[in-house]
């Protein structure tokens, strides 16, 4: 090394300018060493907190492996291979935990100490004696001013005794600390270079010996363990690259062939067909919600079907849950006030009626029709959209007329004006008979090209008109809704029987017959497939009310009577085979049977259909039972009328015969002795009265018998 500057501890004594000024060269050098020393000691002490922090992370990694097997995750959790794989990792790393923590001892003994003492103790010396020196330099510096202002007066040797003694000591003293002074800065310069270069020697050897002992651990014994684990890894770099390209690739298709779906409404119908074969289906719908007596309010859910029900989920929700149950329930169109597409679904009791509305025209029929499909529990065969495809064919079919049909009744299509303006005045769509029934059968039950009347339509709307002008006329107020007053005292009138069932109207059409039992069957048949190929969903709501005089559908809203059907025009009634829910029956017009014109009415019930026909023969057997009763109180009041009359006869007779004794007697007493005989004339006047009062009261005796 080259040689150290060091100050002259000989002239601290003479304590010379040029000593003083070498002396603030030391001490500014001090300076830039503690300042230099103050940032190495934090920067090793970074080394040092970082090495022990990373022996703790370390150790915590080791911790954590082994801790895999204990950890659910919902994905991959039963990796066996992934799991032996991280605990032969937290082997490893457990050693070089190890190894980290015998790094981090030997940067506290070999770096962090020597550096520590050096800024704690050598430099904390150096500031200390600055300090002494300072101030014993200034009393110095006092004692010689008070000495140099001495007198010359004998009378002041005292005083000038303790000036002398005063300047000994602080000199003295000045001198004794500058000594020791210049020593430690002297000695500052050998400690700075140790100082600088034990911590870095001991951080380099504690370096050597922690990859030392690294490379004697670990290399000859995972280098193969460590080999595979990255051919893992490679090939998991593999299939995951192959991955993502094929999710791109996925990407780019999806986004080619939704761009039409990201348009609530449809675009082009002909391109996305509605499909009615679903058996399930999913989607966000808005579900309207009753917030008071008349306000209600829409929230947007996730709904699903699962198996018959039908779910609901909102966002953030773990599982859905529970709207209705879809098994025979129905579903319908309906026209909401302020909302677009939305159709009702009602449970099979009719207590629940939930409405929704779709984002367009197509989802809300593909709705309808999964609905339909489930209702009908077709969702429980084991091929489900195969059967509904089967079913939806046969209901084209039904409506679809073979040629050789169409052929057939060419001729009696109706030509007249007439008949077409009538055909197309009527909301109906014409069915035609299926092929798989005979043409005989057909004719028999259903007229060819029969329009099917899907809207109830009551028959008093064509006499408002009428009904108008007669209350104008009379005064009265007329009923906006078309029914007359007539009707109030027939609404009113008792009846052992009133039962009142929910329905909904599907169609009616005439038919040929209203004897034949498969009638109403062949007709559902027709209106159902109708309904389907033409995709009418809507349903007219209202509440039938059987009673032992007629039926009547009424309103639920307004309670107005729509239609009324008398109770002896309703020929059979029936239910369907196999849905229960529909049922239907046969009106005979009223030209009666010699007329041959009969309606048969198909309606969808919430509760059992069979109840409700069983319900409607009851009260045909009630109105029979009170048909003959009250023949029979008819027949007895004619018995007693005759009773009476013959009474009245047999008094008349009674009294024609007093009336005669009577004048008998005064004849008697006229012809007495006394008395002139009158002329012959008179005699036989009298005979003459007295013989015709005698043939009258005989021809009322033989009438009074004739007739009793």
């Not at 009630?622 to 009476?644: T, Y």
């Amino acid at each position: 090394m080259p040689g150290i500057e060091k100050l002259p501890i000989e002239e601290t004594l003479e304590d010379s300018p040029q000593t003083r000024s070498l002396l603030g060269v030391f001490e500014e050098d001090t300076a830039a060493i503690s300042n230099y020393c103050t940032q190495l000691y934090q920067a090793m002490q970074r080394i040092y907190d970082a090495q022990n922090e990373l022996s703790a992370a370390t150790h915590l990694t080791s911790r954590l492996l082994k801790e895999y097997d204990k950890q659910r995750f919902p994905l991959g959790g039963d990796d066996e291979v992934m799991s032996s794989t991280l605990q032969q990792f937290a082997k490893v790393i457990d050693e070089l935990s190890s190894c980290h923590a015998v790094l981090s001892t030997q940067l506290a003994d070999a770096m962090m100490f020597p550096i520590t003492q050096f800024k704690e103790r050598d430099l904390k010396e150096i500031l200390t004696l600055k300090e002494v020196f300072q101030i014993s330099s200034d009393d110095h510096d006092t004692a010689i001013n008070r000495y140099s202002r001495l007198s010359k007066r004998r009378d002041n040797d005292k005083m000038r005794a303790e000036v002398v003694e005063d300047v000994y000591t602080s000199r003295k003293k000045q001198h004794q600390t500058m000594m020791h002074y210049f020593c430690s800065l002297n000695t500052l310069q050998y400690k700075k270079k140790m100082a600088l270069l034990e911590p870095l020697l001991g951080y380099m050897q504690a370096q050597i010996s922690f990859f030392k002992l690294g490379s004697e651990n670990l290399t000859q014994q995972w280098e193969e363990f460590l080999a595979t684990i990255g051919t893992s890894v490679q090939n998991v770099r593999r299939e995951m690259e192959e991955e993502v390209r094929q999710m791109q690739q996925t990407i780019q298709q999806m986004e080619r062939s939704c761009d039409p779906l990201y348009a609530p409404c449809d675009p082009d119908p002909a391109h996305s067909p509605v499909c009615r074969n679903l058996t399930r289906k999913q989607g966000y719908l808005y579900i309207r919600n009753k917030t008071g007596l008349v306000s209600s309010s829409w929230e947007r859910q996730y709904f699903f079907t699962q198996g018959g029900n039908l779910m609901q989920q909102g966002r953030g929700e773990v599982a859905g849950g529970l709207v209705t149950d879809l098994d025979n329930c129905s579903v319908m169109a309906v026209d909401s006030d302020d909302r677009r597409f939305c159709f009702q679904v009602t449970s099979f009791d009719g207590k629940k009626v939930v409405t929704l509305q779709a984002e367009s025209r197509k989802d809300c029929e593909e709705w309808i029709a999964t609905i339909n499909n489930i209702s009908r529990r077709i969702y429980l065969s084991e091929n489900a959209e195969e059967l509904a495809a089967r079913v939806n064919q046969s209901a084209l079919e039904a409506v679809t007329p073979s040629p050789s049909f169409q052929q057939r009744h060419e001729s009696m299509r109706p030509t007249s004006k007439g008949r077409a303006g009538r055909a197309s005045s009527i909301s109906s769509v014409g069915s035609e008979p299926s092929p798989a029934l005979s043409v005989l059968s057909l004719d028999a039950l259903v007229a060819p090209e029969t329009p099917i009347q899907f809207d109830i339509i009551s028959p008093v709307s064509e006499d408002n008109s009428g009904q108008s002008k007669t209350a104008a006329q009379s005064g009265r107020r007329s009923n906006p809704f078309g029914e007359s007053g007539d009707n109030t005292a027939e609404d009113t009138e008792d009846s052992i029987l009133h039962q009142l069932f929910i329905v909904r109207f599907l169609g009616s059409m005439e038919v040929k017959t209203a004897e034949s039992v498969d009638v109403i069957s062949e007709t559902m048949r027709q209106i159902l497939a109708a309904r389907a190929i033409h995709n009418i969903f809507r349903m007219t709501e209202s509440h039938l009310l059987v009673t032992c005089d007629c039926l009547k559908l009424i309103d639920p809203q307004t309670q107005v009577t729509r239609l009324r059907f008398p109770l002896s025009s309703v020929v059979q009634c029936s239910s369907h085979q196999d849905n229960k829910r529909l049922f239907g029956f046969v009106l005979q017009s009223a030209g009666g049977r010699s007329d041959g014109r009969a309606v048969c009415y198909i309606f969808e019930s919430n509760n059992d259909g069979e109840k409700i026909c069983d319900s409607i023969g009851l009260a045909k057997q009630i109105a029979f039972q009170s048909e003959m009763d009250r023949k029979a109180v008819e027949k007895r009041k004619e018995q007693d009328k005759v009773k009476e009359k013959q009474q009245e006869e047999l008094s008349k007779q009674r009294q024609i015969e007093k009336d005669l004794e009577e004048q008998s007697r005064l004849i008697a007493a006229s012809s007495r002795p006394a008395n002139p005989p009158a002329s012959d004339g008179q005699f036989l006047v009298l005979s003459n009265s007295q013989s015709e009062d005698s043939d009258a009261g005989e021809e009322g005796k033989k009438r009074g018998e004739s007739e009793a």
